[in-house]
């Protein structure tokens, strides 16, 4: 069974709503749209108050070339253009539409029928890298970095294959498992537009071990693409974060920043993005909903939705049998990256993945208690690092030191305060130190 | 909702490990050796261990409270209780009340309170308070009881493996070899010493129940095995004065000290390639100081001396870094 | 006895030796410095604070002695030590010293418990930089004071100190320097280094929130909402800018007249130091202020609104 090379965690996966058939959430009355949906520059807003809006109407235009423009998921009418609260926890420019009705833009293909790669000849790279643009597609996975940039190589560079991550290996989230088990077709679609896309040869779909059923049903669907391989993988956390899949799957290491995937490469691409290409390529559809899995121990029904982006969490959580009563916190996205959110009046946003519920219980730390340097943080941590040193270190504010214990190389996976028997927590302090670091080096870089 | 919401920074789940787990962790792997030295020693095993865990309990807990005035003890976390055991493990059945009481304290209060506590100190406690003892009270640390001996403190003494075997190197005499345990007595543990010591094979699967549990990892006792049986097999094939590996392996504070002493978690390095230099050093000190040294065994020495070398060993042993190998490749 | 004399013998050697190698090091491996530097050094106040810029006093005193052979000390100033040390330090030097008005840090925060409910709880490390990185913090302000001490622990005077009832940082203005570590330190910018003022006197404008009005109220009972008030009643300084939606003192042009505070709906403006108002008529005789006795903190109703809102403390020295 193929596994990255360094470091790892194993934490129980509770996919609680593993099997449960994707439902449909029903329209929110009003949905909000963050302009900051994406890494990189905001969208800016295109539509004002009063503006009539359909499902497909362009609501804010990319800012910039990493950056992706915001489609409307719902028709009705702009109420306001406005500051909202959005996933990071923190107010954000965000357009408002009251919700009425559910017209969508004659441009967009509703039908369910499967258009194959063989159907449309006339698709060239740039038309497909141009489309995916314009849907405005970024990350499914959670990091919603804006796909069109990373079917663009670098000069220089060379993608020699396509990796799609279909590992999932945030505890609890099954958002790609069911879309894998009900869109298989579409998702082979969508990985051969990617290849198209990037000029190779090759592509990998990479699956956790513990969804055999998507596994069969990849490998049964996969024969008619002789160039499409799909790799099982350990289940291993971190084994989806970028870097360590291309490992577990080419045997490949990413070398340590600036370096990027393609620098060994490699382009990798969620399963869901794959998905979302298909449906902008195929069927002129821009990225105006996703599969989300809400789930919990508490949660009453735990279950995959597809909803409109811009739905509020708290209605997706009535969907599933409502807010339990000793909820202490709420996640969106997986327990081990996951962001705690402070208000069920956030809206979702294209990279949400999951929504958790935890208990009080569940939800508080321990208390910290003396590194008793065991070293298990060492052995854990998927790039080599040191955690405990680092996050030493930068609670001492030693960036010099810091950076060349490469704390820029930390993917913030949490393996190293997962693991820790002293529950401490490394991973706030390395996270502080590294985005510290990184400011200084980009400042040393702006003055060169 | 019944209460404030939580925010925290992720990972928002915890593998439920604790130092707790761990600390009793490493006692149960002891138990087995236990039970042995109790077989083998009797009533003195009892008293020597009891007090032993007794009193660097308490002393942990008179310091903590009065002298350094914690808002919390940690008494419960185990650690003071495998101090104490380990203290105990390392003594002769026979030994007085009042010198386990000072080894206590002088592990509990010197060896580990003066630096802060638990993770601070860079030296193993049970070792420091066993090597204070030993330099201090020499007559009453080298006269062990004889394996089967159960009485406390008029128990019939003998010479240890060590001792034989360092008087054969001594003299250059192949024949007070013959007096030695024959090999299944040594792994079995039918011979005299310290009262932790003597069983090898129980203290090995101690260890490996350790290995599987994930509360070590293997580097640090194979290395130190490893090159133990490898330099005292070359000199046993040079010259048959110096002892076959396996009662090397087996006798005196060896096996005990490579699977639990070594493998302490706060004064042994923490990345394995820094392990193992830590683990060779060790084994390579020890049979130095056996073979060649005034005293007949070495192991607390070699360890206390490579605890020392722990710091610097951290801060030039890095673990390779994801993508490492490949940036090599490159510049090739 | 002749064991004796050689032991005596060769340790004495050995020490002659070792006291020959000594010297000799210690003349081949000198290393000259300009003995001022020592001079300055003794004046300093040894605090190594770093709130001049450099690592620590002797860097400090090393980097006067260089700018003195340029002539001038006008880019340095040693906060801690004020205009004192400067004086004695530009007078080793033969030069003069600069008059640096000395400053003090402010907590541009009142966001109390009462006035800013902490609606969610934060679990984690205890600093302000890691609270922060979670984005709102605890309440719902996010530009407020964290509570969590970063500016406490960089504070080498014990100057700055959570206060655990409110949780919001204070400065205590007799032990502060000006160093400004806390105002470096802080995640969100809320202290800010400010002249003493006569008297040290002053009046600033205890909000950092740039949220709008409507939002800024909801959350936080005594934010600046960006009226621009303050800004009227001072048209003849014109002291008082308004940013973005947060209104801004600036300490040079400000007279001390303290209109403003009387101005301000929301009691974000605060005067330090005044000797207490003559109580307003409508002001009901319960709460009109007592003469004061020495250092009594002194609550004073300045106009009437939601009641904890408009206490203004002032405190008399």
């Not at chain 1, 063989?118 to 597609?137: F, H, M, N, S, Y």
């Not at chain 1, 669907?221 to 899949?245: D, F, H, M, S, W």
């Not at chain 1, 979702?348 to 958790?356: F, I, Q, R």
């Not at chain 3, 340095?76 to 030097?93: D, F, K, S, T, Y």
Request: hydrophobic share 40%; glycine share 10%; aromatic share 6%.
């Amino acid at each position: 069974m193929k596994t990255f090379r360094i470091g790892g965690v194993h934490p129980a996966e509770n996919k609680l709503s593993a099997g449960s058939p994707i439902r449909e959430a029903a329209l929110p009355k009003q949905a909000v749209f963050s302009m900051f949906q994406h890494i990189g520059a905001p969208a800016k807003p295109v539509v004002k108050k009063g503006d009539v809006v359909k499902v497909g109407t362009l609501l804010g235009e990319a800012g910039g070339f990493v950056s992706a423009p915001i489609y409307s998921s719902v028709s009705g009418k702009v109420s306001k253009v406005d500051v909202a609260l959005d996933a990071s926890d923190t107010r954000r420019m965000a357009v408002y539409v009251d919700v009425e009705g559910d017209e969508w833009e004659e441009s967009i293909d509703r039908s369910d029928a499967l258009v194959r790669l063989e159907d449309r000849p006339d698709l060239d790279a740039k038309t497909i890298v141009e489309k995916i643009k314009q849907a405005g597609i970024v990350g499914m996975g959670g990091a919603t970095f804006p796909c069109h940039v990373k079917l663009c190589p670098p000069p220089g560079e060379k993608a020699e294959c396509v990796i799609i991550n279909a590992v999932e290996c945030e505890p609890y989230l099954t958002a790609d498992h069911s879309l894998m088990l009900e869109k298989a077709d579409e998702i082979l679609v969508g990985v051969a537009l990617i290849m198209k896309a990037v000029g190779v040869e090759r592509g990998y779909i990479g699956i956790e071990n513990n969804k055999p059923d998507a596994i069969a049903l990849m490998q049964e669907k996969v024969k008619a693409y002789p160039r499409i391989e799909v790799v099982p993988l350990k289940v291993q956390y971190p084994q989806g974060g970028e870097k360590q899949l291309i490992d577990a799957v080419i045997a490949r290491q990413v070398p340590a920043p600036p370096a990027i995937p393609i620098s060994v490469g490699a382009v990798v691409q969620n399963v869901g993005t794959a998905f979302a290409i298909y449906e902008a390529v195929m069927k002129n559809k821009p990225l105006i909903s996703r599969i989300i899995t809400v789930t919990g121990k508490s949660v009453k029904n735990p279950s995959n939705l597809l909803a409109r982006l811009g739905t509020p969490f708290s209605q997706l959580i009535e969907e599933c049998g409502g807010l339990p009563a000793d909820t202490g916190k709420i996640i969106g996205g997986g327990p081990m990256m996951g962001k705690a959110l402070i208000s069920l009046d956030i809206p979702m946003t294209k990279g949400s993945s999951g929504l958790l519920i935890m208990n009080e219980k569940e939800a508080r730390r321990a208390e910290p208690e003396p590194c008793i340097r065991c070293a298990k943080c060492v052995g854990a941590c998927p790039m080599g690092l040191e955690p405990y040193l680092l996050a030493k270190i930068s609670s001492q504010n030693m960036w010099d030191e810091a950076e060349k214990e490469c704390i820029v190389s930390c993917i913030e996976c949490g393996s190293c305060a997962f693991i820790c028997p002293s529950h401490r927590p490394l991973l706030d302090n390395i996270r502080l130190g590294k985005s510290t670091v990184m400011g200084i080096i980009r400042e040393r870089v702006a003055k060169k | 909702m019944s209460n404030r919401l939580i925010v925290s920074l992720s990972p928002h789940v915890h593998s439920g490990d604790s130092i707790q787990k761990n600390m009793y962790g490493v006692c149960i792997a002891l138990v087995p050796a236990l039970v042995a030295s109790l077989y083998f020693f009797g009533l003195g095993a009892a008293v020597v261990m009891l007090t032993s865990v007794a009193s660097c309990v308490i002393f942990e807990w008179v310091i903590a409270k009065f002298i350094l005035r914690r808002p919390r003890t940690t008494i419960m976390d185990g650690s003071a209780i495998l101090t104490g055991v380990l203290l105990g493990f390392n003594l002769p059945s026979n030994l007085p009340l009042w010198i386990i009481i000072i080894g206590a304290l002088v592990a509990i209060g010197i060896g580990k309170m003066t630096f802060g506590g638990l993770g601070q100190n860079p030296f193993n406690p049970a070792l420091v308070g066993r090597v204070f003892l030993l330099i201090s009270f020499p007559a009453q640390m080298t006269t062990w009881p004889v394996s089967g001996s159960v009485e406390y403190l008029d128990a019939q003494t003998g010479a240890t493996p060590l001792y034989l075997m360092k008087w054969a190197i001594q003299s250059g005499d192949v024949s007070v070899l013959k007096d030695m345990p024959s090999s299944l007595e040594m792994i079995i543990g039918q011979h005299g010493g310290s009262l932790g010591e003597v069983s090898a094979i129980l203290l090995l699967i101690g260890c490996l129940f350790m290995i599987v549990r994930k509360i070590i990892t293997w580097h640090i006792p194979v290395s130190i095995l490893g090159t133990v049986a490898i330099i005292s097999g070359v000199l046993h094939l040079v010259n048959p004065i110096y002892s076959d590996p396996i009662s090397v392996l087996c006798s005196g504070g060896l096996m005990l000290g490579a699977c639990f002493m070594a493998t302490d978690y706060v004064t042994s390095p923490m990345v394995p390639k820094g392990q193992i230099i830590y683990g060779v050093a060790i084994g390579a000190l020890t049979v130095i100081i056996r073979n060649w040294g005034s005293y007949p065994e070495g192991m607390s020495f070699a360890i206390l001396i490579m605890n020392a070398f722990t710091p610097l060993i951290n801060t030039y042993c890095k673990p390779r870094r994801f993508g490492e190998v490949i940036r090599k490749e490159a510049k090739k | 006895m002749n064991v004796i004399l050689i032991a005596v013998i060769v340790l004495g050697v050995v020490g002659l030796v070792s006291a020959l190698v000594l010297f000799l090091a210690s003349k081949k491996f000198a290393v000259w410095e300009d003995p001022r530097i020592k001079q300055v050094s003794d004046f300093l106040p040894q605090a190594n604070c770093g709130g001049c810029g450099y690592p620590g006093c002797s860097g400090f005193a090393s980097a006067c002695v260089k700018a003195a052979e340029g002539g001038s000390l006008s880019d340095l100033n040693c906060a801690p030590g004020g205009q004192a040390v400067m004086e004695q330090i530009a007078g080793i030097l033969g030069l003069q010293a600069s008059a640096a008005a000395p400053k003090v840090a402010v907590v541009r925060c009142q966001g109390t418990c009462d006035v800013r409910p902490h609606g969610v709880e934060f679990d984690g490390a205890h600093s302000c930089k890691v609270q922060n990185m979670t984005g709102m913090g605890e309440t719902l302000c996010q530009y407020g004071c964290l509570g969590e001490g970063d500016c406490a622990s960089v504070c080498l005077f014990g100057a700055i100190t959570v206060n655990p009832a409110t949780r919001i940082a204070e400065v205590d203005e007799s032990k502060c320097t000006g160093c400004g570590a806390c105002a470096k330190t802080c995640p969100r910018g809320i202290i800010e280094l400010i002249p003493q003022g006569p008297k040290n006197r002053k009046v600033v404008v205890l909000c950092n929130n740039k949220d709008k009005g409507a939002l800024a109220t909801k959350e936080c009972k005594v934010s600046c909402i960006g009226c621009g008030k303050c800004v009227k009643v001072c048209e003849k300084f014109e002291a008082i800018t308004l940013g973005t939606n947060l209104a801004h003192i600036d300490p040079d042009k400000c007279k001390m007249c303290r209109k403003c505070e009387e101005a301000c709906p929301r009691g974000a403006i605060k005067a330090f130091n005044f000797p207490p108002r003559k109580p307003k008529a409508e002001v009901p005789a319960a709460e009109a202020p007592k003469p004061t006795p020495k250092l009594e903190v002194v609550k004073e109703t300045v106009q009437s609104e939601a009641p904890p809102t408009n206490k203004v403390e002032t405190t008399k020295e």
